[in-house]
């Protein structure tokens, strides 16, 4: 703040006639011009060509897409993908924002879609640190099971964890692959413990096929 007062406030006129020269100048200089804004036409026969090139440029490239996805070859393309099911969604501002554990005062979400709620994470040992990490985040209990020395799932330890919690849904992560040893877990074999156990109805399972879910359909496979 300056010392003398009427110094303060013809500093602050000065400063306004400063820029409203500015702006008075900035109105009619040709650098200015080549900044204004781009308003849509207001003309109705310029809006509907507008819109004509844009849909014509999207046909041009859904084509494109469709041309080089007639011949792709590898991971990670699903090319019998059909999102058709979900279009009816795709005008809709779904949002899962607030805390995941109680009612959002925002009403478009999908948060009441959760399955098991109250659910328990079985992941074997070897699982990859996702899976652990996942459950820390959302706060969900998760169980540790152990493994074989190939890096395959101890079964009977399994059943054992899901006897001393039978009163609860199991969700279940079956690895198809383990990224150090690339053990597969038996997914047969889970589910028959898993309705031995009295989960016929409350278990969910994911299969964790990143590493070996694109070879399995062509590896040949013996009975035990």
């Known amino acids: 703040m300056l ?19 500015v702006a008075e100048k900035s109105a009619t200089s040709p650098v200015y011009n080549r900044y204004e804004i781009d308003e849509p036409p207001e003309d109705r026969q310029a809006a509907l060509e507008g819109r004509l090139c844009t849909e014509k440029l999207l046909a ?8 080089k996805s007639s011949h792709h070859l590898g991971y990670p393309f699903n090319l019998e993908l059909d ?18 554990f109680i009612e959002s005062n925002y009403g478009v979400h999908s948060r009441q879609r959760k399955l098991f709620p109250e659910g328990i994470i079985y992941a074997s040992r070897d699982s990859h ?4 990490k996942a459950a820390k985040m959302y706060r969900v209990q998760c169980i540790t099971i152990d493994t074989y020395s190939t890096g395959e799932m101890n079964y009977d330890d399994f059943a ?3 006897l001393q919690n039978t009163g609860r849904p199991a969700i279940v992560n079956v690895n198809i692959g383990t990224t150090m040893k690339g053990a ?9 413990i ?18 070996a879910g694109l070879m399995m359909p062509f590896i040949k496979h013996h009975s035990h």
């Open 3 to 21: 010392e003398n007062p009427d110094q303060e406030v013809n500093s602050v006129m000065l400063v306004d006639g400063q820029l409203n020269f």
């Open 129 to 132: 640190y996702s899976i652990f």
């Open 184 to 192: 597969i877990d038996d997914l047969d074999e889970i589910i028959r």
């Open 160 to 162: 054992s964890q899901l």
């Open 194 to 211: 898993l309705r031995d156990c009295g989960f016929e109805d409350k278990f969910y399972i994911h299969c964790d096929a990143a590493l």
């Open 60 to 67: 041009q490239f859904r084509q494109h897409l469709q041309d």
């Open 83 to 100: 999102v058709g099911p979900l279009q009816q969604f795709q005008n809709l501002h779904i949002n899962n924002l607030g805390d995941p």
